[in-house]
């Protein structure tokens, strides 16, 4: 599900880190910029996964690197 909880968000991304056996430090920094909740939000996933190709990830690379 896609929300919009700061400390769900944190603890999803180093889940995600820690499943993907990465070895980069990482930081999670939870901000919030009102003392109220945010308002409950939740958005069901899409059906379909998204992936990017290793041939179309070398083009994206190649665009941002032009661009800089």
């Known amino acids: ?21 990465t070895c980069d430090n990482l930081t999670v920094i939870v901000v919030c910029f009102s003392p ?12 379909f996964k998204r992936s ?3 041939e179309g990830l070398n083009v994206l690379q190649g665009v941002l690197d032009t661009t800089i």
Do not use: F, G, Q, T
Request: glycine residues 0%.
């Open 36 to 47: 109220d909740p945010p308002p409950r939000l939740e958005i069901p996933k899409s059906k």
């Open 52 to 54: 990017i190709s290793a």
């Open 1 to 21: 599900m896609i929300h919009n909880d700061p400390e769900r968000c944190s603890r999803e991304l180093v889940r995600e880190a820690l499943k993907r056996n």
